[in-house]
């Protein structure tokens, strides 16, 4: 399984970007996929998840409104666009996915992509 997350970068307040995070390894169409974040000194949360048959979505509270999942399974890659970006948006960014086999599970993460909202 890999997952590799790209987009990240210097945006100022009120700016937009998209990540990417492209998978491979497992079967995606059928896998949720999630965003999470990580500041600095402060604990990973989960920002965004996009179920994989109905891609049904949940956000965070701070995110409702601003930031949109969403998946293209040809592609095999979760997106997260986000909008009014603020500073206390600033984190590294993470896409994840839990696999289940045979009674098992698996939680694999990227390696991250860094935002930060300043001007």
């Known amino acids: 399984v890999q997952l590799v997350e790209s987009g990240g970068g210097l945006v100022q307040p009120g700016g937009s970007l998209r990540l990417s995070c492209a998978a491979s390894g497992f079967t995606f169409s059928s896998s949720a996929m999630s965003w999470y974040r990580q500041a600095p000194g402060k604990e990973r949360e989960l920002v965004a998840s996009i179920s994989g048959v109905t891609s049904s979505t949940y956000y965070a509270e701070p995110v409702k409104g601003r930031f949109t999942i969403s998946r293209d399974n040809a592609k095999n890659t979760v997106y997260l666009q986000m909008n009014s970006l603020k500073p206390e948006d600033t984190a590294v960014y993470y896409c994840?996915?839990?696999?289940?086999?045979?009674?098992?599970?698996?939680?694999?993460w990227g390696q991250g992509t860094q935002v930060t909202v300043s001007s």
């Open positions: 994840k996915t839990v696999t289940r086999s045979l009674g098992f599970s698996m939680t694999y």
